[in-house]
């Protein structure tokens, strides 16, 4: 079974690290985000997130964190897979919501 528990980095050097996933599936830890185009240092920021616990060892997973150094939050939706030599590859899709200061700006606040 996929653990999600512990490090991972990807391919920008972002980390995170998922503490303990509990038999329900659920999960919080620290996202350290590499990369950003907010004005302010970058910090490290809670996640939050739920992992669907298959017997197959390719869970699907989701989580939100909540960026700490600007006003925004991204959630991230993937998928464990077992790589070679056993080795667990976690591929994702994320979706960015910056805060706008009006309705008619809604179009552009979502990447």
């Not at 999960?27 to 990369?35: D, N, Q, S």
């Not at 991204?74 to 030599?85: D, H, I, L, N, S």
Request: charged residues 20%; glycine residues 10%.
């Amino acid at each position: 079974q996929c653990n999600l528990a512990g490090w991972w980095e990807n391919d920008l050097g972002s980390k995170m690290h998922v503490s303990e996933v509990d038999s329900q599936g659920n999960f919080f830890g620290e996202y350290y985000t590499a990369v950003s185009s907010a004005q302010k240092p970058i910090k490290p920021s809670p996640l939050v997130g739920s992992q669907h616990l298959d017997e197959d060892s390719q869970c699907t997973f989701g989580f939100t964190v909540n960026w700490k150094f600007s006003d925004s939050t991204a959630v991230f939706v993937g998928q464990c897979f077992a790589g070679e030599g056993g080795e667990e590859v976690l591929q994702s899709t994320w979706l960015l919501r910056e805060k706008v200061s009006n309705l008619p700006s809604n179009w552009k606040a979502t990447r």
